[in-house]
Nanobody
Framework: QAQLVESGGGLVQPGGSLRLSCAAS????????MAWYRQAPGKQRELVAR???????NYADSVKGRFTISIDNAKTTVYLQMNNLRSEDTAVYYC?????????WGQGTQVTVSS
């Protein structure tokens, strides 16, 4: 079964930046579309950004202009560049299918924005 591994999270001050990575296992031949989700304590998991075939991207209103989703040329890794981070971005971040959870959820990567 396809596996996804998220990494790149950490503790960062407000206004700082992080780049998250989502690596696919060998069972995923090519990644043409993917999404990043996040779940804050006590809240439901929400869509943050998606990229679909052809490169079209969509972002949650709360991250527009600050986050950028991309896929590497090898089509094996999906990135989420996060700039100007805010305390409300604190959450566990996950990657999965762009419209529904196509793959088994990974462990996620913790992002904490705090001074």
């Amino acid at each position: 079964q396809a596996q996804l591994v998220e990494s790149g999270g950490g503790l960062v001050q407000p206004g700082g930046s992080l780049r998250l990575s989502c690596a696919a296992s060998r069972s995923i031949v090519r990644i043409n579309q993917m999404a990043w989700y996040r779940q804050a304590p006590g809240k439901q998991r929400e869509l943050v950004a998606r990229i679909i075939s052809g490169g079209t991207t969509n972002y949650a209103d709360s991250v527009k202009g600050r986050f950028t989703i991309s896929i590497d040329n090898a089509k094996t890794t999906v990135y989420l560049q996060m700039n100007n981070l805010r305390s409300e971005d604190t959450a566990v971040y996950y990657c999965n299918g762009p419209f529904s959870p196509t793959y088994t959820w990974g462990q996620g990567t913790q992002v904490t924005v705090s001074s």
